[in-house]
C-alpha cells in the first residue's frame, strides 16, 4: 500500500463504554472525537458496548442515546470516519438506517464465530446503505480454524469488505492468532482484521503476529479504554508501528496527547490487568462479562473469579448476561449448602 500499510479503527467510544458503564456524555464523545479526528485516526467507532440498541436492563442501560453521541461524534469530524457496531437480535436493520442517516459511514455486524449465517440481512443492508461493511466473527478462540474460515468465508459471501478475527475473550495465544490469520489471508480475498483485548497481557504482540500474517485492519483503543483488561493500546501501537516502519496515516504526538489529556480522565479506574480482567483471558470468558459478575459477586457475596470461571466452563457467549445472576446464585447456593 501506499499511504498506509495499516488502517486502524479506535473503539474507545463502543468498546470503552463497557469500562465506564455506558456513561458516555455527548461532551465526551465530542472531545475525544474531535482530537482522534485531529490526529489523524481513519475511523472511530461510536455505539453502546454491546453495540446499536444494546442499551437495555441486560447489557447496561446507557446515560446518553448512542445516536446523540453518534451525530455528535459525525459532526466534529473533518476527515476520521464514524463506525458503528451491531450484533444481529441486539440491533436491527432499523437502527442500521438510523446510524447510516446520522452520518456513519461503516457498519461492523457482529456474532458469534459459529454464527455468521445471521449476519446476511444485516450485511446486505448496510451494502445498499453504502457504507462499509466489517464482518465481525467475536470469540474466536471458541472455534478451531477451519470452522473460523468458514464463518468468515460466508461473511465475504453475503457482501462483507473486510472479516475481522476477534478475541472477545483476550484468550487467544501468538500461536493461535498465528495459524488463524494465516488461514484466513490464504482463504479469503478480501481484507482481513484482528480485534485484540489485553486480559492475559497479549493484546500488542497478538497484534503485531496478525499483522505479520496479514491482517491490514486494527482496532486499538486510547489508553486500553476497552471491556476487560481493554485492548490493544492505540497510542502504543502506533509508536510500534512507527519503529517498524509501518505506515498508519496517524499523528503519534497528537494521539499521546490525547490519551494523557482527554481519556485518561474518562477512566473511572486506571486500566490495568486485574484479578477479574486476568480470569476473563484465563477462562476464555466475553470481556463485557466483567462488570456484570463483579455486580453479582457483591449481590451474592461470593468471588467474582469463581462465576467468570464457571461461565468459561459452560461456554456462554454475549448475549447470554442473564446466566451471570442464575451462576452466581447457584455458586452462593453451593457455599451455603456446605455448611
Not at 446486505?124 to 468465508?153: I, Y
Not at 490525547?258 to 486506571?270: C, N, W
Not at 448476561?321 to 451455603?336: F, T
Request: a negative charge; glycine letters at 8%; charged letters at 20%.
Amino acid at each position: 500500500m501506499n499511504e498506509r500499510d495499516v488502517l486502524v479503527t479506535e473503539v474507545a467510544l463502543r468498546d470503552g463504554s463497557h469500562a465506564i458503564a455506558h456513561s458516555y456524555t455527548v461532551d465526551q464523545v465530542v472531545r475525544v472525537t474531535k482530537a482522534l479526528d485531529e490526529a489523524r485516526v481513519p475511523f472511530i467507532e461510536v455505539s453502546h458496548g454491546d453495540g446499536l440498541g444494546g442499551s437495555s436492563l441486560q447489557y447496561g442501560l446507557s446515560t446518553t442515546n448512542e445516536f446523540d453521541l453518534i451525530e455528535a461524534a459525525v459532526n466534529v469530524c473533518e476527515s476520521s470516519k464514524i463506525a458503528v457496531l451491531l450484533l444481529p437480535g441486539i440491533g436491527t436493520v432499523k437502527e442500521l438506517k438510523i446510524a447510516a442517516n446520522l452520518g456513519a459511514k461503516m457498519a461492523r455486524i457482529a456474532t458469534h464465530v459459529t454464527e455468521a449465517d445471521v449476519s446476511k440481512q444485516h450485511i446486505s443492508t448496510a451494502k445498499e446503505l453504502g457504507l462499509e461493511t466489517v464482518g465481525f466473527l467475536m470469540m474466536s478462540h471458541m472455534a478451531p480454524v477451519e470452522k473460523l474460515v468458514q464463518q468468515a468465508r460466508l461473511m465475504e459471501s453475503y457482501g462483507a469488505d473486510v472479516v475481522y478475527m476477534v478475541d472477545s475473550a483476550g484468550a487467544l495465544l501468538p500461536h493461535e492468532v498465528k495459524s488463524r490469520i494465516a488461514a484466513l489471508r490464504q482463504s479469503l480475498s478480501i481484507e482481513i482484521g484482528f480485534h485484540a483485548h489485553n486480559n492475559l497481557s497479549l493484546a500488542m504482540a497478538n497484534t503485531l503476529i496478525a499483522i505479520e500474517e496479514g491482517a491490514t485492519r486494527i482496532d486499538g483503543s486510547v489508553r486500553c479504554l476497552g471491556a476487560g483488561a481493554g485492548n490493544t493500546q492505540t497510542e502504543v501501537l502506533v509508536g510500534v508501528l512507527e519503529r517498524l516502519g509501518i505506515k498508519t496515516g496517524i499523528d503519534f504526538y497528537k494521539l499521546m496527547d490525547l490519551a494523557e489529556d482527554i481519556v485518561a480522565p474518562i477512566l473511572q479506574t486506571p486500566q490495568e490487568i486485574t484479578k477479574g480482567s486476568l480470569i476473563l483471558g484465563y477462562a476464555g470468558v466475553y470481556s463485557s462479562f466483567l462488570l456484570h459478575a463483579n455486580r453479582a459477586a457483591k449481590k451474592w457475596n461470593v468471588d467474582a473469579r469463581d462465576i467468570l470461571v464457571e461461565l468459561g466452563k459452560q461456554r456462554v457467549v454475549g448475549g447470554q448476561e442473564d446466566m451471570i445472576q442464575e451462576i452466581a446464585c447457584q455458586i452462593a447456593n453451593k457455599k451455603l449448602s456446605v455448611f
